[in-house]
């Protein structure tokens, strides 16, 4: 699976951008995406994450101000970033959850999760 996102870019405080992410087809299931964050000297953090048909999750610094949406069929995750802070500015990066099923020769299922990053897009927020 190859994540490619698109929507970074410079704003400025109190402003808006929204981040776009499409997976590739693969033989990989989807069953989760979404985004994370890394600013400069820090560690990356969650911003959101959609499961198929479960509860969505934010990151604490961002619950009120951004929205995670997906489009299942097209496999494309967004995020729509409002009243943008400079402690927003940070790298997003693209985040999906895979999962395939394989059976063994007697029938017997295993199932197999896998993580998949994008290469991150940058968002700056100017004061």
């Known amino acids: 699976v190859q994540l490619q996102a698109s929507g970074g870019g410079l704003v400025q405080t109190g402003g808006s951008l929204k981040l776009s992410c499409a997976a590739s087809?693969?033989?990989?299931?989807?069953?989760?995406m979404g985004w994370y964050r890394q600013a400069p000297g820090k560690q990356r953090e969650l911003v959101a994450t959609?499961?198929?048909?479960?509860?969505?999750n934010y990151g604490d610094s961002v619950k009120g101000r951004f929205t995670i949406s997906r489009d299942g069929a097209k496999n494309t995750v967004y995020l729509q970033m409002d009243s943008l802070k400079p402690e927003d500015t940070a790298v997003y990066y693209c985040?999906?959850?895979?999962?395939?099923?394989?059976?063994?020769?007697?029938?017997?299922?295993?199932?197999?999760?896998?993580?998949?990053w994008g290469k991150g897009t940058q968002v700056t927020v100017s004061s």
């Open positions: 959609k499961p198929n048909g479960g509860v969505t």
């Open positions: 087809e693969s033989d990989w299931s989807i069953i989760a």
């Open positions: 985040y999906a959850r895979g999962s395939r099923v394989e059976y063994s020769d007697s029938g017997e299922p295993s199932v197999y999760g896998m993580d998949y």
